[in-house]
């Protein structure tokens, strides 16, 4: 297939071409702009792909700019984690990574620019006075009593702004724009507060600080970006982006578009929710795999390949929905289904003895790692007179449909032979703690010689060679499928959301690494975490070999 074939199309797009039609444009420059206070979430991964997939795609440029303007709330190790989020998804950003901050003396001159044309001004009300005099949604907002200071006094005032002269909350530089403007963010928007704050970048250089729509707008001016594209909610904020590229001295002039957002069921995508969930411990760190950040995808096992695979179903529209989680499970399943090897593990443990197999012998068997993929070669598997299979894949009697080991009856090991249950040991509690069984030493590989018919075949781990390793089987987060809609949405969080377990499973695995991906068979799909030691493996359940929510929510 071309790669063309494959190319997304959407509105953006449909745009860039018209632009690059029309002569507008012959470079198209985006960029992708986070602000370094949290860990990418599978949101952002939308906002990259778009950004990132455009500049691929029409063989233009994608920045990666921090919007770094809330020192207090911004971190380093943010800046870093970003960095390797967007290199890990497969994207390279153009040039040098990119700050806000670097702008910070031009966008200080440019607020000069404005405050000369007497379209800005120093306001020493509170703020609560600020917020009385905005007005509402229904009502138009009245003019500060600071709005007709001179020119010259602004300047001052200013200028001991940034000498530190005043304290934080004592006054903020506003644009003079129009307090009746049926836009709030038009309604004389700060641009400038005081914040004594240190800053990651730039130290303790500045004690004034730009607001984002004024720092925004001017930063992709510079940059020289054509194509701003940002989510739904800034889309009345566009008209205060026009209005100071518009009333600065500044050659380039980007356009703002915006798309919706990503939201995603059982999960939250805001960065202060996902704080708190981090902060106040009810998940184990940002990369837990329950979490809709990149890092806890990966450490779930998705692939940068099933992400941005996500991202192109779900395309880019205005329109606001919420993708069901399945969606991204069948992503990841495909590609696992294709790629990971098979293993076997045995998460719920019971004892079976082979009785007529020789007590002091073992063999080795072979299987093959995939069932569809010969090149991916072989393994051997050491078979014993005890084995472990699982609880589940026995009952002393079933009817027809029950398709694994029954008392009296056959199944088939995988991978080795046909076996019959004779008799089970029980605890005091009536729970079954061995099985004992016969095998058929002529079925290795083979159907019985009579003709006789065995269906079933079930999984198993030869209980001496066999590695003990702890699983983690993940669901959903929450329990409801928007918990940000819910007054508390701590109270949504899925108390069932992991389970632990204590596995066996076959040798070979001895040696994986972190991050390798198998499909245990009948299982799912398990992703080695980086907790793993070579005494205790930790597998992470990745997805589920089927999506068994879609039966569920049908109920
Ligand atoms: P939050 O509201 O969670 O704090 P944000 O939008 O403030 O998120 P930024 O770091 O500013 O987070 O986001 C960087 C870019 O990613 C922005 O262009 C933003 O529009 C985009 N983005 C953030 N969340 C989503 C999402 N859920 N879907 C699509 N794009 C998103
Ligand atoms: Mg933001």
């Known amino acids: 297939m071309a790669e063309t074939d494959s190319r997304p199309t959407n509105f953006i797009r449909q745009i860039i071409d018209n632009d690059l039609k029309s002569g507008l444009h012959s470079v198209v420059q985006t960029r992708f702009p986070p602000e370094p206070n949290g860990y990418l979430h599978i949101g952002h991964a939308k906002s990259i792909c778009l950004n990132f997939g455009i500049a691929q795609d029409y063989a233009g440029y994608c920045n990666l700019r921090f919007d770094d303007t809330n020192p207090e709330k911004e971190d380093i190790d943010y800046v870093n984690a970003i960095q390797q989020d967007v290199s890990w998804l497969g994207f390279k950003w153009h040039g040098k990574v990119r700050y806000s901050s670097d702008y910070f003396e031009q966008l200080y001159g440019f607020a000069l620019e404005l405050i000369n044309k007497g379209l800005a001004y120093v306001d020493f009300s509170t703020p609560e006075e600020v917020r009385q005099l905005r007005g509402t949604l229904k009502a138009p907002g009245q003019n500060s009593a600071y709005r007709d200071t001179s020119v010259a006094d602004n300047l001052a005032h200013f200028e001991k702004m940034k000498q530190g002269e005043y304290q934080e909350g004592q006054c903020l530089l506003r644009a003079k724009i129009d307090m009746a403007s049926p836009f709030m963010c038009m309604r004389d928007p700060a641009l400038y507060r005081v914040k004594f704050a240190h800053h990651h970048q730039t130290g303790d250089a ?13 930063s992709d001016a510079i940059e020289g970006i054509t194509h701003s594209l940002c989510t739904l909610e800034f889309q009345d904020n566009r008209r205060l982006y026009d209005w100071v590229l518009s009333n600065i001295t500044i050659d380039t002039v980007p356009h703002q578009y915006e798309f919706s957002r990503l939201n995603l069921e059982y999960t939250v995508l805001s960065k202060r929710k996902l704080i708190q969930l981090v902060e106040e411990k009810h998940v184990a760190g940002w990369d837990d795999p329950r979490m809709p950040t990149i890092a806890g995808l990966r450490r779930r096992g998705f692939t940068p ?3 941005v695979e996500f991202c192109k179903r779900i395309g880019v529209t205005k329109m606001d ?11 990841i399943r495909e590609e696992l289904n294709e790629r990971a090897p098979r293993a076997m593990a045995v998460l719920d443990p019971v004892k079976l003895v082979i009785e007529n197999y020789p007590n002091d012998t073992s063999e080795t068997l072979v299987a093959q790692n995939h069932p569809n993929d010969e090149s991916m070669g072989t393994r051997q598997l050491p078979f014993t007179r005890e084995i472990y299979i699982e609880a589940e894949d026995f009952r002393e009697e079933a009817n027809k449909k029950f398709k694994r080991l029954v008392l009296g009856k056959e199944v088939r090991l995988r991978n080795a032979y046909v076996i019959k249950a004779e008799r089970v040991e029980k605890d005091e509690q009536g729970n079954v703690i061995c099985i004992y069984c016969t095998y058929d030493e002529q079925t290795l590989g083979k159907d019985p010689a009579d003709g006789r018919k065995v269906k079933g075949v079930i999984h198993w781990v030869s209980a001496t060679h066999g590695l003990k390793a702890q699983v983690n089987l993940y669901d959903r987060l929450f329990s409801v499928p928007n918990p940000a809609g819910e007054d508390d949405f701590l109270a949504a969080l899925n108390p069932e959301s992991l389970l632990v377990k204590q596995a066996i499973v076959e040798p070979s695995l001895q040696n994986a690494e972190v991050g390798h991906s198998l499909q245990f068979e009948r299982m799912g799909y398990f992703t080695l975490d980086k907790s793993s030691t070579t ?8 997805v589920g070999l089927r999506d068994s929510w879609a039966k569920a929510d049908q109920e």
């Open 206 to 218: 500045w004690c004034i600080y730009p607001m984002y729509d004024f720092t925004h707008c001017i």
């Open 305 to 307: 390949n099933a992400i």
């Open 321 to 331: 929905n919420l993708v069901e989680m399945s969606m991204l499970d069948a992503c």
């Open 535 to 542: 005494d205790q493996l930790v597998f992470n359940r990745t």
